[in-house]
């Protein structure tokens, strides 16, 4: 008994010392006016290199705020903010925006180039490399979300799943170490959101880059690794997939939608976390 | 109001190298009061017929007549402010076409250009604005102020004040969060109920077509592929399948658990009457 325990700490201590935090947030706080209500309230949050993290909320949560903190786009924060074990300060938070790289909801307002590879392109042209560089990444970027075959497309001619598909390479020709996708799916068709959910579940097979997936539908959430629960500016529960669904009055608090598979299991299972499949099996 | 589509041939940039044929010789019909829903993929054509049903397009060749209005190639545009009258539209975004400096001013916008006394027209506004649960404390104040779902259902308010028989909306709930999805969705069924209004609804989302449309027309290539009663062609996963449509995800529910023996007598329509039908069937079958 003794020894099954010790296994278990010595397995913990090993665990915590080879995870390691990509980004760690303690305390942050932020007002929009100095004598405003507070748009985040005292958070607390650490995001483990590679994972899948979602970060969930109604609208007016506070997760877009928190968005732009992380981006340097906010400024006037308190708490403080490390960054791959450095601390961010506004001297070098411009260093640690190269290493970010994020993908917007609306597939329109994010291009620049006149073909989609220009556009993939564009982004490594301000970092030097070297130009068979920048035509290697950007071809791999492009396979990585099935869009080479439209390489010399115009990006306006394309379907909102394409463009945000496309965005997405240009993301990831930065090789950045975190990539956030702030509610990229939310415009598109179901078979535009089920590609770019794909498509992210590949990325997050290699674990060299952190995804921050923020939003509002619980139902998106399934392939990730971790996820956080906001509302009214604050950090109200976070965990696992298995852990977030343990306790779906929270989620009905915070405005969220329950997935039908979840609706139903609370209806005759024991609400916990169920897959389609499962539920089919256990009803 | 009955619209009927007859061998409507709808082609943009007509003798141009850029010719390209959106509607060929379509012919469908929409009753009075009913809810329908377009459905197919991104370039099957549906944003051109719903576009032709209130004149904003005006056929290549065929008619659309609505009411006693009919729209063709030439049509005035007396006749065609006719017809707007009747089929109000909203579309995309259309929180993106508030300008006023007030609610009620924004929602009295559309009824004052129909020719409505300010009276009128501010009757109307506080009308439809209680309808959607704006309390009249809000009246005066600014709609950028609101958040996005509230900003929509403004917008639909203004479209709403104008009494239109038919009302169209163009994927009413892209960008919305989940609450306010519902909150839209449910108040289109609910003017089509209370006001006998017909519905026409564009959209990607099969689970809120299988809730609330009546009927369904499947389009494909500017083609009308099928038309009937939802429940008939929103259970043929084979026919949604081969179109890149979802299968709504109750009737995947439903026919996953047929397959073991679990039958209901009629196809529950969304989740909560799928948890009534379930209930009765347990408790039929634990007799």
Redesign the interface.
């Known amino acids: 008994m003794i020894a099954r325990l010790y296994a278990g700490y010595a397995l913990f201590f090993t665990y915590k010392m080879v995870v390691e935090h990509m980004i760690k947030i303690d305390n942050l706080t932020y007002r929009y006016q100095a004598d405003g209500p507070t748009a985040l309230d005292e958070i607390s949050l650490s995001f483990n290199k590679g994972d899948w993290v979602s970060v969930i909320g109604?609208?007016?949560s506070g997760k877009s705020t928190l968005v732009k903190i992380l981006m340097g786009i906010l400024e006037g924060y308190t708490g403080n903010i490390t960054v791959d074990g450095e601390a961010l300060t506004q001297d070098n938070i411009q260093d640690f925006r190269e290493r970010f790289a994020i993908v917007f909801?609306n597939p329109d307002n994010q291009f620049v180039g006149a073909t989609v590879e220009d556009d993939v392109a564009f982004g490594l042209e301000n970092q030097g490399l070297p130009r068979e560089v920048m035509i290697e990444r950007t071809e791999k970027a492009l396979s990585a979300v099935n869009m080479l075959a439209y390489r010399r497309h115009a990006p306006a001619r394309l379907?909102?799943g394409q463009k945000q598909r496309v965005a997405i390479a240009g993301a990831l020709a930065m090789e950045p170490d975190v990539l956030i996708l702030d509610?990229a799916t939310?415009?598109l068709?179901?078979?535009g959101r089920n590609d770019i959910l794909a498509i992210l579940d590949e990325i997050h097979k290699t674990r060299t880059t952190t995804l921050i997936y923020i939003t509002?539908?619980?139902s998106e959430i399934e392939k990730s690794d971790y996820a956080v629960i906001m509302k009214d500016g604050r950090v109200i529960n976070e965990g696992s997939i298995e852990h977030i669904f343990s306790d779906t009055d929270i989620l009905i608090e915070s405005?969220?939608?329950l997935p039908?598979?979840m609706?139903?299991s609370r209806?005759?299972l024991d609400g916990r976390y169920v897959t389609?499949d499962e539920?089919?099996a256990r009803? | 109001m009955k619209i009927t589509v007859d061998g409507l041939t709808s082609i943009y940039h007509n003798n141009t190298p850029f010719e390209h044929t959106a509607l060929n010789n379509f012919t469908t019909s929409f009753e009075p009061g009913k809810y329908y829903a377009v459905i197919g993929?991104?370039?099957s054509g549906k944003s051109t017929l719903i576009q032709h049903l209130n004149g904003l397009l005006l056929p290549t060749r065929g008619i659309v007549q609505v009411g006693d209005l009919t729209l063709k190639h030439r049509t005035k545009q007396r006749i065609i402010h006719q017809v707007k009258k009747h089929v109000g539209m909203v579309f995309q975004f259309p929180e993106h076409q508030l300008f006023d400096e007030t609610i009620l001013k924004d929602v009295m916008f559309g009824p004052l250009n129909m020719g409505l006394t300010e009276e009128e027209a501010e009757a109307r506004a506080e009308k439809y604005l209680s309808l959607l649960g704006v309390p009249e404390r809000a009246f005066g104040r600014s709609p950028f102020d609101l958040?996005?779902?509230q900003m929509r259902k403004i917008a639909i308010a203004g479209i709403l004040a104008m009494e239109p028989e038919v009302l169209i909306v163009d994927e009413p709930t892209?960008?919305l969060?989940?609450?306010?999805?519902?909150e839209v969705m449910d108040l289109f069924k609910q003017i089509q109920e209370d006001f006998n209004i017909t519905i026409i609804l564009v959209t990607?989302?099969?689970n809120d077509v299988f809730e609330y449309a009546d009927e369904v027309k499947l389009l494909a290539g500017g083609q009308l592929i099928r038309e009937g009663r939802t429940e008939d062609i929103l259970t043929d996963e084979k026919l949604l399948t081969d179109h890149?449509l979802?299968i709504p995800?109750?009737v995947?529910?439903v026919h996953?658990?047929e397959r073991?023996g679990?039958v209901f007598e009629g196809m529950p329509r969304n989740?909560?009457a799928?948890?009534t039908s379930?209930?009765e069937w347990?408790a039929l079958h634990a007799q």
């Open positions: 109604h609208n007016g909801q379907s909102g509610e939310s415009m068709d179901p078979e509002h539908d619980l405005r969220l939608v039908y598979q609706q139903i209806a005759f389609h539920l089919v009803l | 993929r991104t370039g958040s996005g779902g892209a960008g969060d989940p609450k306010s999805h519902i990607h989302d099969m890149h979802e995800d109750i995947r529910l996953d658990l073991k679990v989740t909560d799928f948890i379930y209930r347990r």
